[in-house]
């Protein structure tokens, strides 16, 4: 039977906006850690890659420059390489020194600046086609002040109009005078080394991101797509009206193919099923709880006609055929009262026991259209009208000859037609909300 019960709990719950949370895949998020994870361990392993690289390619452009030093320097020193090969002495008669860029082994592209006693400079340019040409005063002077400040032995980085150089810069003996010799050679190959290999490490771990973050997106989606299922069928079961009648949620029971997966969406799908087999246990034992006791009401309601109608036929001959006393006569019309309140209880406890048995509105309308030959749409205002006297008398007390069931029988009739009736209470203020469909009508004789 249906009972009206003021629903503070979920009054409060609908009347306070739901803070609407942005749906996150899961799949999205597994993707985006792995990738994550991934470019974390791919910007390691390039800056592991670019630091011995360019370790290597520094020693080797090292080792060249001493040995280029070197030769340059035992050129200009003995007229040939320390080595002893390719003697090389200036020609017979020739007033000029030899020039450091005519040492063996000197590649394209060095520089050379030789400072005398006097501070005199002579610089020269072996040029990537293998000339020998001039340096600009700038470059010379740069040199100069590059050699002034470097330790001997050591080795700097300069920037000349004509590109990029490692230098060295130690004293030298030549004609019994001490000079100083500056040789550079070009860094331009090892940059483009480094840049190549940094550019071809970037550009391998972009196309590894993206092909890990597409082909990582594709099997996390086929293998979560059993897992949307089985969240599918408990949207679907928590969807389905379970306040009232009966309810068959055995329809929204997880496929056995995806219960019975040894992993964790197999157990997922398990204890949904589980779930969904003990609530539908519960819901047909509480239908048939209350059929049953719809039952024993009608049946109860019916036979308490019966005695109270012949009570009441009595009291009435009795009061029309005897004579009474004034207080016999008092008492007659109590005994009439309260078994005309009784009579309207149990007409109460009947028809709500007959709505509470009645079918959905659906079927309802269905059932009227099959069967019901004249019919005509039902007034919803005078409805409204109907429902809410009936709420009021119900909020009556009994002294007053309310049976106090208005308001359960008027939730049910709302009920019946698709709408509803809520209660509202708080000190001093008690409010009946009575909701019915303004798009459907439903029908009666």
Known sequence: MSSVRPERTNRERTSQPERVRPRRSVANRTVAGVLAVLAVVLIALTATTMTLATRVVETQLQDRLDEVWQRTAGFLSEGRDDRDIDRLEPPEGSPEAPDPLGAPGVPLDSVTLVIDAQGNLDAGHLTVEGETGTM??????????????????????????????????????????????????????????????LSVQVAGGVVALLAV?????????????????????????????????????????????????????????????TLIDSVDTALSARNDSERRLREFVADASHELRTPLAAMRGYAEMLQLSEPLSPSGRDQLKRVMLQSGRMSDLVESLLLLARLDAAEQPEQLEQSATRAVPRRKQVDLGELVVDAAMDAHAAARSTTEG??????????????????DVVVETRPGRTAFTVTLPTGNSYLKE
């Open 136 to 197: 600009s005063d700038a470059d010379a002077a740069a040199l100069e002040a590059l050699a002034a400040q470097m330790e001997p032995g050591t080795t700097e980085r300069v920037e000349l109009s004509t590109g990029r150089y490692l230098v060295r810069a130690a004293a030298v003996e030549r004609s019994d005078q001490i000079e100083t010799l500056v040789v550079g050679v070009s860094s331009a190959e090892a940059d483009t080394t480094v840049a190549t290999l």
């Open 213 to 273: 973050g597409g082909l990582g997106w594709w099997w996390t989606r086929r293998a979560l797509t059993p897992l949307s299922q089985v969240a599918d069928a408990a949207v679907e079961a928590a969807e389905a009206p379970m306040s009232v009648g009966a309810v068959a949620l055995q329809q929204h029971r997880v496929p056995a193919e995806l219960e019975q997966r040894r992993d964790e969406i197999g157990d997922v799908g398990s204890a949904l099923n």
């Open 402 to 419: 309310s049976t106090g069931l208005g308001l359960a029988i008027v939730r049910s009739v709302a009920q019946a037609h698709g709408g």
